[in-house]
Structures are given as C-alpha cells and as structure tokens.
C-alpha cells in the first residue's frame, strides 16, 4: 500500500516522512493554498536532501513554464494536476516527470469516461471530492479536505486501467476500511488535513498509526 502525505511546509517533516518510509510527500505550489510552499521550504534545500520519496509537486492550472520551473527549482519527481489541465499538458509534462491527474468524484460520475483522454498521457490517477480553494478559503482536497468522502463503490464498478490514489478526507480510522477496498488498479492512499495539527504541519504519529494500522 503506497502512502503519499500532501501538503508539506517543513524540510523536518519532510524528512521525518522519509524516515518512515513513506513513498510520496505533496508540495502544494497553489498561492490560494494555506499549504503553499513559497517561502516554507527552498528549492535549493530540497535538491541538497538525499530523500527515497517521491516530491509530488501540486497545481491547480498552471502555467506550463510554471511547472517547468517547479521541477526544475525544487527536483520535483512527479507533478499533480488538480484543475482542467488538458491531457496535452500532461503529455508535454510526462516527458519531464510522472504525472498525477486528480479528478473530482461525485455521485452519477462516469469514471471511464472521465479519465478516457488521459488515459495515455498520465502515469497516475488520483480521486477526491474536491480539487480547489473554495471562495471561502476552506481547503477542499488534496489542498485541505472537506471532511467528507465520496462513495468509493463508483471506482470499484469502473475499468480505469491505471494506478490510482485513493483521496478526501481519509483519516487514520478509515485504515481499516482502506484495507478492504478492492480495485487491480488501486495503487495508494492520499492524506492531508485529517493528520494534521494545523494546516501544513502534520501529526507525525498519527502518519505512523496510519501506516502500521494498514500492514
């Protein structure tokens, strides 16, 4: 089971992250975001780290040349795409990194045909309930959670064929219920606000409890 922690601000926590041996950390690079990197962690100090996880570098439409100097700048291994980003940015992306494409589940939503477009430029899919800032400034997402959870049983009815991140509003009490979902192409669990004492700073061991509660 493969555990990407998002929303990451501090290069010790980021670090504490690789010494429980968990396999991807997200930096959220949305200026809306109250986990917004800017400032929190340098480019320079990440590149100089010798971490085994995954740097998952978070977007919401960004500019390409944005992206570009994101990986660039901070030696991002994987980029995630959260708006309406079109699978030809993907494409031009996945030459450079793996590439994420998050998209917003809700009742009645038709997966397959959802993904369809993506289907050759992507590496990985990640679902959630949400995807942006709301105008109130709650975190929805992997930007924050909105507390809630979308009815999983809609991507175990669907083909996806491709490695997919579990996300919204997942917490350490759900470990249990992770353990028994089933779909070939589930790859992993995404977590953020439900392990965290206040945004950007996690609880390291509530990431632990998590991680021996899913062995």
């Not at 975001?33 to 010798?50: H, M, Q």
């Not at 507390?147 to 049983?153: K, R, V």
């Not at 979902?181 to 439900?194: A, E």
Request: hydrophobic residues 40%.
């Amino acid at each position: 089971m493969n555990i990407k922690v998002c929303g990451i601000t501090d290069m010790k926590q980021l670090q504490q992250l690789d010494g429980l041996d968990i396999d991807f950390a997200g930096l959220i690079f949305y200026k809306e975001s109250p986990r917004y990197i800017d400032e929190k962690i340098s480019g320079k100090e990440l590149k100089k780290a010798d971490l085994d996880l995954k740097k998952v570098g978070v977007f919401v439409n960004p500019e390409m040349i944005d992206v570009l100097d994101a990986i660039d700048e901070y030696g991002l291994d994987v980029v995630q795409l959260h708006g309406d980003e079109t699978p030809e940015m993907c494409e031009d992306l996945g030459s450079e990194v793996e590439v994420i494409k998050a998209f917003r589940v809700t009742d009645g939503t038709d997966i397959d045909k959802m993904v369809a477009p993506y289907d050759a430029v992507c590496d990985y899919y990640l679902f959630d309930t949400g995807g942006y800032i709301s105008p109130l400034g709650r975190g929805e997402g992997a930007f924050g959670g909105t507390g809630q959870q979308f009815d999983w049983t809609i991507l175990s009815k669907a083909k996806i064929e491709k490695p997919f991140f579990l996300s919204g509003g997942i917490g350490v009490e759900d470990a249990a219920r992770v353990k028994t979902f089933k779909h070939l192409d589930f790859f992993g669990v995404d977590v953020n606000s439900r392990f965290e004492k206040e945004p950007g700073v996690k609880d390291m061991s509530k990431v632990l409890q998590f991680k021996m509660a899913l062995k």
